[in-house]
């Protein structure tokens, strides 16, 4: 078992920059790509980015790419989200997942921690 908690969501002014986090606990960490997916109401759970388990292979949804960054620290068993020029449309529940492998597909992901909110005001 992996367990995920994600922190760092709040209400912020669009424009503007948040880095969310993601502490795991429980079996390795570095045994495990990590991604991101956000869901925002009304629509299904997309896919914003995932990391391999050295940090060597990084992929972004077309919609986050140049403004979101992706990075893990293996030490600290922690992955973040960097999210700059932060729009409306990137209002969503925040989710960090862990799989055996990076992936796109909400599907492929095996342990999923509960989300946090991030509010962007226009």
């Known amino acids: 078992q992996v367990q995920l908690v994600e922190s760092g969501g709040g209400l912020v002014q669009a424009g503007g920059s948040v880095r969310l986090s993601c502490a795991a606990s429980?079996?390795?960490?570095?045994?495990?790509?990590m991604g991101w997916f956000r869901q925002a109401p009304g629509k299904e759970r997309e896919f914003v980015a995932a990391?391999?388990?050295?940090?060597?292979?990084?992929y972004y949804s077309n919609s986050v790419k140049g403004r979101f960054t992706i990075s893990r620290d293996n030490a600290k068993m922690t992955v973040y989200l960097q999210m700059n020029s932060l729009k409306a449309d990137d209002t969503a529940v925040y989710y960090c997942?862990?799989?055996?492998?990076?992936?796109?597909?909400?599907?492929?992901?095996?342990?999923w921690g509960r989300g946090t909110q991030v509010t962007v005001s226009s």
């Open positions: 429980g079996r390795t960490f570095t045994s495990y790509a």
């Open positions: 990391i391999n388990l050295a940090g060597s292979r990084i």
């Open positions: 997942a862990a799989a055996y492998t990076p992936a796109t597909m909400s599907k492929d992901y095996t342990y």
